[in-house]
Each structure stands twice: as C-alpha cells, then as structure tokens.
C-alpha cells in the first residue's frame, strides 16, 4: 500500500547504515503496518528493528 511504501522509505533512511536494504524495508513496513511483530527469517538485519522479533529458521531445523 502507499503506506507500507512511506513508512519502508522512512525506515530505510534511518537503518540502512546498520544494513537494512529497500527490499527488507518494504517487507519491515508491511509487517509493522499490518501489526505483526515475528518474523521467520535468517537475515540479522532485522535485528535493528525494534518493533520486530526475528526468529531464525536455523534454530527449528531437525537436529538428527
């Protein structure tokens, strides 16, 4: 939405020097915009955002 789009601009400014790129910024807005505060995702840059809780997929794979 056009807003997901603004708030992704927003936080690419603020972020990209911690390594937050435009893709993941999009995917950041969108998930704060429409309440959501997991996410799935092997990528630590979303570590910066507070608003978030990265869970990395490496910790639920089968450990035969």
């Known amino acids: 939405t056009?807003?997901?789009i603004r708030l992704a601009i927003e936080l690419f400014d603020a972020h990209r020097a911690q390594g937050l790129?435009?893709?993941d910024a999009i995917h950041a807005a969108t998930?704060?915009?429409n309440g959501i505060s997991r996410l799935m995702s092997a990528d630590a840059d979303?570590?910066?955002?507070?608003f978030i809780t990265r869970m990395d997929p490496l910790d639920y794979a089968s450990q035969d």
């Open 2 to 4: 056009e807003a997901d």
């Open 21 to 23: 790129g435009p893709r």
């Open 31 to 33: 998930i704060q915009n």
């Open 46 to 50: 979303f570590e910066h955002l507070s």
